[in-house]
């Protein structure tokens, strides 16, 4: 499911994948966020966390595997909102493997990154470690056991650097700037799409 980082400029298809996402968010109240779109745009960011290093190998497998259970759920379910209710009606919504559940996580690894760009858009120098840090603790940190907390810290010592990572990428920075920023604020609207999915039916989000 994962996409290859090469040389046909990963950022701008995430970006320009998100956007379509939000603006079909934003078009109108009664929009609804089709599950195959979403799988696919989800399935752009996976080479992101493997291109992190050890520190986020746990957090790659567990995404990967979830966008890939939404994008086969996408063959017979056509929106987030049916997916949902899917599993609302069958009483499996905090099941182990439920697909809401998979939504949940998958959000998690997107406002992981959103974070993560936002930090780096704003943190001067070459280190990835400051923004890495800040977007785990946020995100995914409060829902993770202390022994992978433990690995995570042990892994930001060998994060590659801001250089290499956007060379892996194939972009210059100015450029990796400008489809950040676009990709930050389209997942916080696709990101407060979701929420309110759950939160309309009292289901929550934390946990």
């Known amino acids: 499911m994962a996409e290859p980082i090469n040389g046909d ?120 470690k400051d923004p890495a840090s800040k977007a785990y603790e946020q995100a995914l940190a409060p829902y993770h056991g202390w022994a992978i907390r433990k690995a995570v810290s042990a892994g930001m010592y060998v994060l590659p650097t801001k250089e290499q990572l956007l060379k892996k990428l194939n972009e210059d920075e100015a450029s990796a700037k400008i489809q950040m920023q676009i990709y930050a604020s389209a997942s916080e609207a696709l990101i407060q799409y979701i929420d309110k999915l759950f939160v309309s039916r009292n289901l929550g989000t934390d946990w």
């Open 9 to 128: 400029k990963t950022l701008h298809q995430i970006a320009d994948a998100f956007k379509n996402l939000a603006n079909t968010v934003s078009d109108s109240q009664s929009s609804e966020v089709e599950v195959a779109p979403f799988s696919r745009a989800c399935s752009l960011i996976s080479p992101l966390f493997g291109s992190l290093g050890i520190a986020f190998k746990f957090a790659e497998m567990d995404y990967v595997a979830k966008v890939n259970d939404l994008a086969e759920a996408s063959k017979s379910i056509q929106t987030l909102n049916s997916l949902i209710d899917r599993d609302v009606q069958a009483n499996s919504v905090r099941n182990s493997g439920s697909r809401t559940r998979n939504l949940l996580r998958v959000k998690r690894g997107l406002d992981m990154v959103r974070v993560l760009f936002q930090q780096m858009i704003v943190t001067e120098g070459n280190s990835l």
